[in-house]
């Protein structure tokens, strides 16, 4: 629960999009079991509609009702708040990816094509990070919303949706086009797989700081709804 600096209200964060979350690990896992390894280009079709799906919802969700982000400094700090460390999946699967990782190094594991054993062994982490993600989107979206009423134009759902999903995949942020989901989800896998292995961490949120004044950028006018715009 966190409180508004500007109407000292309490909010408190909605609950995850469970359905919506197991959709997109159950797309997910069925495209690492039909390639056996994953890869951008590998996710394709069949995580794209349920990820948009999901992240359109967390997008609606801040417009209708925005978190109390408002500023640079509290976007970040919610930002960089750690979720818990998830509990380890396979303990098998677990314990060889370990063993792979001592013998080429964690960076270079990381790096390499990630094979489906090692997606079983993320277990919960998987699904503790992609619903990170959504909730990363709504913190984005929610800040996005501020900024535009404050500049006196009501934001459009869709273009909030669209420069949120964008800054968070790291894309050149283009309201006016749909964003692609891929490299998200591919960063949303990654991140449970070093969460779940042992030298890992909890699915913290990438850069904090630099995603929330990457935020701070987006004009207003790219966000609001056409009619608003002179």
């Given at each position: 629960?966190?409180?508004?600096?500007?109407?000292?209200?309490?909010?408190?964060?909605?609950?995850?999009?469970?359905?919506?979350?197991?959709?997109?690990?159950?797309?997910?896992?069925?495209?690492?079991?039909?390639?056996?390894?994953?890869?951008?280009?590998?996710?394709?079709?069949?995580?794209?509609?349920?990820?948009?799906?999901?992240?359109?919802?967390?997008?609606?969700?801040?417009?209708?009702?925005?978190?109390?982000?408002?500023?640079?400094?509290?976007?970040?700090?919610?930002?960089?708040?750690?979720?818990?460390?998830?509990?380890?999946?396979?303990?098998?699967?677990?314990?060889?990816?370990?063993?792979?990782?001592?013998?080429?190094?964690?960076?270079?594991?990381?790096?390499?094509?990630?094979?489906?054993?090692?997606?079983?062994?993320?277990?919960?982490?998987?699904?503790?990070?992609?619903?990170?993600?959504?909730?990363?989107?709504?913190?984005?979206?929610s800040h996005l919303v501020h900024r535009t009423r404050a500049a006196g134009?009501?934001?459009?759902?869709?273009?909030?949706?669209?420069?949120?999903?964008?800054?968070?995949?790291?894309?050149?942020?283009?309201?006016?086009?749909?964003?692609?989901?891929?490299?998200?989800?591919?960063?949303?896998?990654?991140?449970?797989?070093?969460?779940?292995?042992?030298?890992?961490?909890?699915?913290?949120?990438?850069?904090?700081?630099?995603?929330?004044?990457?935020?701070?950028?987006?004009?207003?006018?790219?966000?609001?709804?056409?009619?608003?715009?002179?």
């Open positions: 629960m966190t409180t508004s600096a500007t109407t000292g209200t309490q909010w408190s964060p909605p609950p995850p999009d469970d359905s919506g979350v197991k959709a997109v690990v159950n797309g997910l896992k069925s495209a690492l079991g039909k390639a056996g390894t994953l890869t951008a280009s590998g996710l394709g079709d069949a995580i794209e509609a349920p990820a948009r799906a999901l992240t359109r919802r967390a997008a609606e969700g801040a417009v209708a009702a925005p978190r109390p982000l408002a500023d640079e400094k509290a976007l970040a700090r919610a930002l960089s708040e750690r979720p818990g460390s998830p509990l380890l999946g396979s303990t098998a699967a677990t314990a060889l990816a370990a063993r792979v990782a001592r013998k080429v190094g964690p960076l270079k594991f990381l790096a390499r094509k990630t094979p489906m054993w090692v997606v079983a062994a993320a277990g919960p982490a998987l699904y503790a990070s992609v619903t990170r993600g959504a909730d990363e989107i709504g913190m984005i979206a134009m009501q934001p459009d759902p869709e273009r909030v949706w669209r420069a949120a999903v964008q800054l968070l995949s790291g894309a050149t942020v283009d309201a006016g086009a749909d964003p692609r989901h891929g490299s998200l989800v591919l960063f949303w896998m990654k991140r449970a797989v070093k969460a779940a292995l042992p030298f890992g961490a909890s699915v913290a949120t990438r850069d904090p700081a630099s995603l929330a004044a990457a935020a701070t950028t987006v004009p207003p006018a790219v966000l609001a709804r056409a009619d608003e715009v002179v």
